[in-house]
């Protein structure tokens, strides 16, 4: 190397000193001038972020608000129209209040009217109730006393009596103690009475009815007329079928004579046979019963029918003399023109008598005594009715004025 290179070298070596320094103080500042710009940004970003963050939230506060006050002015008027509501219920409750007073005076005006009404009525009723109670059971004595005239209905009587029996004792009053011992000895005496077993002896009037319009007569007339047919043979066909069941087993003279001699028995056996279907011979206390034709057949039949119907009547009305009229005369019809060979003529004779045996009429006791009891009961309360009539009234002097004593001084 030269000595200018060195000098040179020598020359530049101080003043390359300064500018790293320099370079190196610019790097420095740019270094610091661009943590100072990142400083700034970061600063800004964080005053943006507390901008928007404080707008949101302020935003916020006043939606919240909004709501806040919206509510508060919706309870205000809910709690207004509650107010409004609480009052038109008290007004209400104080209305009704009064016309609670209002019912309650009128129930105790009524309740005060009912008691007077009800000690009027007591006060009519204790003088007037005796005689509607004995109205009652007068009427009912007086429908079992019809029913034991007219009908002879005991049972009927009986139920009458009980209903009277019931309405004295449901009444209680020891006023008429005598009347309800005189209506329980009537039912006493209805109760012990034999009653008649209607309904059995109709249904043994049917019968009788159906016996004489079917058992034969005297003449046979067409309501017995039958068709018979011949269930044997005669004694002429048994003569005739004899002498062809022996043909066969005898011959000659002998089998000719052997059927002669059986031809004229059953010959003879049929004669016999015919005259005693000719002629049938009985005894008839009545002549005409062998006279009557057909038509006066069925009339008397009909006849003696219409004399159970009304023997079925005299039943029903307990009349006892027609009872055994009409019995008694159909009893005879039927033993003096009915066949008693019959089985159905003898039972309808049997049944005949029987029923006219039957006694009907009973001996009913009557309700005398019940009625007896009823005209003495009102006797009584119509002697108390007149008796406070013709009591005299204390507050009239009904003391007799004082005899004036003779003078006893000797004066005239």
Request: hydrophobic share 45%; no cysteine; glycine share 4%.
């Amino acid at each position: 190397m030269s000595e200018s290179d060195q000098s040179t070298s020598t020359v530049s070596a101080p003043s390359a000193a300064p500018t790293s320094a320099l370079a190196d103080a610019q790097s420095a500042s740019r270094s610091s001038g661009r943590l100072g710009r990142i400083l700034l940004v970061v600063v800004l970003l964080l005053a943006i972020a507390l901008g928007v963050g404080l707008y949101e939230q302020n935003r916020q506060y006043r939606v919240l608000k909004a709501d806040f006050e919206q509510q508060h002015s919706q309870n205000a008027q809910l709690a207004q129209e509650t107010s409004q509501q609480a009052e038109q219920a008290l007004s209400l409750a104080r209305a009704q209040a009064a016309q609670v007073e209002d019912l309650r005076s009128a129930l105790d005006d009524t309740s005060s009217q009912v008691q007077e009404l009800d000690q009027a009525l007591q006060l009519m009723t204790d003088s007037g109730s005796d005689l509607l109670l004995l109205n009652d059971i007068d009427h009912l004595v007086t429908i079992a006393q019809q029913q034991l005239s007219l009908g002879g209905n005991v049972a009927n009587a009986i139920i009458s009596l009980e209903a009277a029996q019931a309405q004295l004792a449901r009444a209680n009053r020891p006023g008429l103690a005598a009347l309800q011992q005189s209506i329980n000895g009537d039912i006493d005496r209805l109760r012990a009475v034999a009653t008649i077993n209607v309904a059995a002896l109709s249904a043994q009037l049917d019968q009788l009815s159906d016996w004489l319009g079917s058992a034969p007569l005297l003449m046979p007339d067409t309501a017995t007329a039958v068709a018979t047919a011949p269930t044997t043979s005669s004694p002429v066909q048994a003569s005739t079928v004899a002498p062809a069941a022996s043909a066969h087993s005898n011959s000659g003279w002998q089998a000719a004579l052997q059927d002669s001699w059986t031809w004229v028995q059953g010959a003879g056996q049929q004669v016999v046979h015919d005259l005693k279907k000719l002629f049938d011979i009985r005894r008839v206390d009545d002549s005409a019963a062998l006279l009557m034709s057909p038509d006066q057949a069925q009339r008397f039949r009909e006849g003696l029918k219409q004399r159970a119907i009304t023997a079925q009547l005299a039943l029903m009305m307990h009349q006892s003399k027609i009872w055994k009229s009409e019995l008694a005369r159909i009893a005879q019809a039927l033993d003096q023109r009915y066949d008693m060979r019959a089985e159905t003529a003898r039972q309808a004779l049997k049944l005949a008598r029987s029923l006219h045996d039957t006694a009907i009429e009973i001996s009913l006791p009557t309700v005398d005594n019940s009625l007896a009891a009823i005209a003495a009961a009102r006797d009584a309360e119509a002697a108390q009715e007149v008796a406070p009539d013709t009591a005299p009234d204390p507050s009239e002097d009904t003391t007799p004025p004082a005899v004036q004593s003779p003078a006893t001084d000797g004066t005239v």
